[in-house]
Nanobody, 122 residues
Framework: QLQASGGGLVQAGGSLRLSCAAS????????MAWFRQVPEKEREFVAAITWSGGGTEYVDSVKGRFTISRDNAKNMLYLQMNGLKPEDTAVYYC?????????????????WGQGTQVTVSS
């Protein structure tokens, strides 16, 4: 029901835009988020956005570089990533929860996309 795309290989300092397409149901009343995971580590919160797009939250390491946004009319979620660093390398997952409120806890998200690989070379 959530399909993430837009990952790839980019040099440090470059940009990527991740997209997450929702299907099968509307998520316009749901808070949504991006998480990322590297091998042998837990999935980490990156950014979240309220159902309306009026509120956002970011992990400190991406503040000022990443921007989360959504288009409820298109049932789409986005993550614009600028100033990428090698430590941003991970598989990125989009997620949605039934609540309108944002939270950074992985366990509170009910729907997950399949992940898209982002690799940043130094």
């Amino acid at each position: 029901q959530l399909q993430a795309s837009g990952g790839g290989l980019v040099q440090a300092g470059g940009s990527l835009r991740l997209s997450c397409a929702a299907s099968g149901r509307t998520f316009s009343s749901s808070a949504m988020a991006w998480f990322r995971q590297v091998p042998e580590k837990e999935r980490e919160f990156v950014a979240a956005i309220t159902w309306s797009g009026g509120g956002t939250e970011y992990v400190d390491s991406v503040k000022g570089r990443f921007t989360i946004s959504r288009d409820n009319a298109k049932n789409m979620l986005y993550l614009q990533m600028n100033g990428l660093k090698p430590e941003d390398t991970a598989v990125y997952y989009c997620a949605a929860r039934t609540s309108r409120r944002i939270i950074d806890a992985r366990s509170h998200y009910d729907y997950w996309g399949q992940g898209t690989q982002v690799t940043v070379s130094s």
